[in-house]
């Protein structure tokens, strides 16, 4: 389960945060998802078991995803944030194998964070 989301803020254009995500239990893929007011959840960043990451176009070169060595910790480092990155930002965490198929897929994970706010400034 997730137990804890954490980092979230409000930043100016430019700017950087980091969030935590602090899980339980197994974790296949770890996975982090952001929403903003009136639109559909979006896969941000996510891991996989065989430790392969992927992340979606628009933050690709400026958003980092890592986990700890046990996997039950997972961080999503965000540089040069921008006023369209603005959302609540939650961490996903699937037990499900076939999340390998698309760890950015929302659909495919089982337990979700209480979600963190992200604000970016222009």
């Known amino acids: 389960q997730v137990q804890l989301e954490s980092g979230g803020g409000s930043v100016e254009s430019g700017g950087s945060l980091r969030l935590s995500c602090i899980t339980s239990?197994?974790?296949?893929?770890l996975g982090w998802f952001r929403q903003a007011p009136g639109q559909e959840r979006e896969g941000v960043a996510g891991?996989?078991?065989?430790?392969?990451?992927v992340y979606t176009d628009s933050v690709k070169g400026r958003f980092t995803m890592s986990t700890d060595n046990t996997r039950n910790t997972a961080y999503l480092q965000m540089n040069n944030l921008r006023p369209e990155d603005t959302a609540m930002y939650y961490c996903?965490?699937?037990?499900?194998?076939?999340?390998?198929?698309?760890?950015?897929?929302?659909?495919?994970?089982?337990?979700w964070g209480q979600g963190t706010q992200v604000t970016v400034s222009s």
């Open positions: 891991t996989d078991v065989n430790g392969e990451t």
């Open positions: 996903g965490q699937s037990r499900n194998s076939f999340c390998t198929d698309d760890p950015t897929d929302w659909q495919l994970y089982n337990y």
């Open positions: 239990g197994y974790t296949h893929c």
